[in-house]
């Protein structure tokens, strides 16, 4: 089995055993290992693995993976999604609703739609798009959070999750990919309409960082922002922005990275290089991607503990990995391995509803 195979079964068998995914289908936001404490599920990690399980079956043919990605399906449907408010907080029980929330798992339920043609993940796909597009204001970029059961806005948010940003492109890529999906009232003018004000204004939100381990969180959400960028990549501005951006995350990147490194930054970073290469956007800097790709391997935890034991690190402080085992960071992480083999043996497409 060659490596980056037996990184990506490892992370599947950690996925599927170690406990992360409950009975309910829902994902827990991570395991903290110093406590030996799952934390509470979060719809939206929920939403994550729901595309990283259906992207791991195509990769492996486990279909356990798709099993347990129908799983979350069912509870984002049947547990998570508030029928008398038509939208769904950020996790069970919660009053708050995010944006970003409502677009990532929109997606992920759109990947397990394209994999399954069960009608009902769609629907709820479509649903939490209208949400987006009708409870967070009419001004751009939109409210962040609004919260239940009235709707009202959140103000007076620190940080970058609890603000408008430029990060919020990729949660709006749910209504250019349902649009093409062939939802009506989802339209690409809206993905458009947003890009138009984060391309003005998208620049300045690395330089609030009040601090360099925080400037490394930031990276992950700018991150998201030249996710977004891909789906317009035709765009002469666009692809600009893109190419300028992955230069810029490259730098930061590894002037933090000895006090504070987090590994779904290299993954991120990884995945936009090989799209920007494929899509013409940039030629691949060879060295940089090997270099982020040895990195993450890195990150991967071995452990006699099936809670840990495949899993991904959040990240790495002065060197050392956190006791911190992220389903997100997992899920990227292979993905990037797995696209990183592809453009080495020339097998990788640049399919943008693939990335996760």
Aim: hydrophobic share 45%.
């Amino acid at each position: 089995m060659s490596e980056h195979s037996l990184v990506t079964r490892r992370a599947s068998m950690w996925l599927l055993q170690s406990g992360i995914q409950k009975p309910s289908g829902g994902v827990s936001r991570f395991y903290q290992a110093d406590r030996q404490q799952f934390r509470p599920v979060s719809n939206e990690i929920t939403g994550y693995a729901a595309a990283g399980l259906v992207y791991l079956f195509k990769k492996t043919g486990e279909r356990a993976c798709m099993e347990a990605a129908v799983q979350t399906g069912w509870f984002l449907s049947r547990e998570a999604w508030l029928e008398e408010c038509a939208t769904m907080p950020f996790e069970p029980g919660a009053e708050k609703v995010y944006f970003f929330d409502l677009g990532i798992i929109s997606r992920g339920l759109l990947s397990l739609w394209r994999a399954t043609r069960k009608r009902e993940f769609f629907e709820l796909a479509v649903l939490c798009a209208r949400s987006m597009q009708r409870d967070f204001g009419n001004s751009l970029p939109f409210h962040p959070i609004i919260l239940l059961p009235d709707k009202r806005p959140m103000n007076g948010g620190r940080g970058w999750s609890e603000r408008p940003g430029c990060y919020q492109l990729k949660a709006a890529m749910a209504w250019s990919e349902l649009a093409q999906a062939g939802c009506s009232d989802c339209r690409e003018e809206l993905f458009d309409d947003l890009l138009r004000v984060l391309l003005r204004n998208h620049s300045v939100f690395l330089d609030e960082a009040p601090d360099r381990e925080r400037l490394m969180d930031r990276l992950h959400a700018y991150c998201y922002f030249l996710e977004g960028l891909l789906s317009a990549v035709g765009r002469p501005d666009c692809a600009q922005v893109l190419e300028a951006g992955i230069r810029r995350v490259s730098e930061l990147l590894r002037q933090i990275r000895p006090v504070f490194v987090r590994s779904d930054v290299y993954a991120q970073l990884l995945r936009l290089r090989l799209y920007a290469a494929a899509l013409g956007v940039a030629t691949l800097d060879e060295a940089a991607a090997a270099e982020e790709a040895a990195e993450l391997h890195s990150f991967q935890m071995n452990s006699p503990d099936v809670r840990l034991d495949g899993a991904f690190s959040f990240g790495k402080k002065a060197g050392r990995l956190m006791p911190f085992a992220n389903p997100v960071s997992t899920i990227f992480a292979v993905q990037a391995v797995e696209m990183w083999s592809e453009w080495q043996d020339g097998r990788f497409r640049p399919d943008v509803g693939e990335l996760i």
